[in-house]
């Protein structure tokens, strides 16, 4: 096992090595010191015998002095070492009555002068003491806190001030859809509490209004956006004519609608029970609605018909089920043009009506119906003469 030596072990060790060392080489040195003074001695006898010997210089040699053993680290530290330095004595003065307070022993005594007391603004608590203060400063100030924003959110839910009062249309000048967007239900709710989505939504399905939003004029008001549906043709049924939009929307009465008045009609010849459905807000095919708009719009050109009436009856010979237009001539003669999603495009069916109509016109024929269903074989009848 090693033992790692402390640092004065090891000077201890070194010290002791050293002196034995020394000591060592002291008694060798006596050694041959004597071995020196003999063989002198044996030299100076010889001369001293020998022819001549008497006259010539004797050698003096002298002993060299003894090594001295090094001094210690202890001497050495108390032969380097700084003196201390001299303590000063305090001045010695009697304690007095004003002082203590009680009658000073006699002799001298040390004045003893306390520190400054350093000053403080916060007097020092225990810590304790210091967490309770916290804990109160915090709840009374969360407390605080809760009771202003119940005040603040009484005074907006309660207050009259933040009540609707005002409800602007903006979009229309229909003063019937006006008093029915006032009339709602807006006027009177809180401004913070009014379901805006649901408002609109209820705005957004009325028939005259295409889109709509509601933007919120604080403190108490709100403004009411839409855009207005535009009729393109009007729909006859039994009960009362409407107008109907690009999207097969019903608006409403045709005598309630601005510029109704110079807008096709489409005569609704379906049943008594299902043309009693349609009224404002009905949803018809938007397909039908473009349909009847492009037979209006090219009749006139490709077959040089102006006067005429477009049916819609339900009889269709379409999967679809979707109903059938007939165009009813002044002269008497009925063309059934079919649905809208047929195969054959229209323009190929007005185009084979003009070329019937002229052939019956060149051999004088007195037409009774044209049937454009069948595609490319379109079949006519005459009337009896």
Do not use: C
């Amino acid at each position: 096992m090693n033992y790692k030596r402390k640092p004065e072990e090891i000077t201890l060790v070194y010290r002791d090595h050293k002196l034995s060392s020394i000591s060592h080489r002291a008694s060798a040195g006596e050694k041959r010191r004597e071995i020196i003074m003999n063989n002198m001695g044996n030299r100076q006898r010889s001369e001293a015998h020998g022819p001549g010997g008497q006259g010539q210089h004797r050698r003096n040699v002298s002993t060299p002095e003894l090594i001295e053993r090094p001094a210690t680290w202890a001497e050495r530290h108390a032969r380097y070492a700084r003196p201390a330095a001299p303590q000063t004595a305090h001045r010695q003065v009697k304690r007095t009555l004003a002082r203590t307070g009680v009658p000073a022993p006699e002799g001298p005594v040390r004045i003893v002068k306390s520190l400054p007391r350093p000053y403080t603004p916060i007097p020092v608590r225990s810590g304790e003491q210091r967490r309770r203060r916290t804990f109160w400063r915090r709840f009374l100030t969360l407390f605080a806190l809760i009771a202003l924003a119940m005040v603040g959110a009484g005074f907006a839910l309660f207050s009259p001030g933040f009540h609707i009062g005002q409800v602007a249309v903006e979009g229309t000048g229909n003063a019937g859809l006006v008093h029915t967007i006032q009339h709602m239900g807006m006027q009177g709710q809180n401004i913070f509490l009014i379901d805006i989505a649901g408002f609109t939504s209820r705005v957004d399905a009325l028939p005259l209004v295409a889109s709509a939003s509601i933007q919120k004029a604080w403190p108490d008001s709100l403004t009411v956006s839409i855009v207005e549906r535009q009729p393109v043709l009007l729909w006859q049924t039994p009960r009362a004519t409407y107008s109907v939009d690009s999207h097969g929307i019903v608006i409403g009465l045709a005598s309630e609608t601005a510029g109704a008045e110079h807008l096709m009609t489409v005569v609704d010849a379906r049943s008594k029970g299902v043309t009693q459905r349609v009224q404002p807000g009905t949803q018809l095919s938007a397909a039908d609605i473009a349909f009847a708009q492009q037979v209006f719009a090219q009749l006139p050109q490709v077959a040089n018909i102006s006067a005429f009436t477009l049916r819609y009856d339900a009889t269709s010979s379409s999967s679809s089920g979707s109903g059938s237009f007939i165009v009813v001539s002044p002269q008497g003669w009925i063309a059934y043009l079919g649905s809208a999603d047929d195969t054959n495009p229209l323009d190929n069916r007005l185009v084979e009506l003009k070329q019937i109509l002229n052939r019956a016109q060149q051999q004088q024929l007195n037409l009774a119906t044209i049937d454009l269903r069948y595609g490319l074989r379109p079949v006519f009848t005459v009337k009896a003469s």
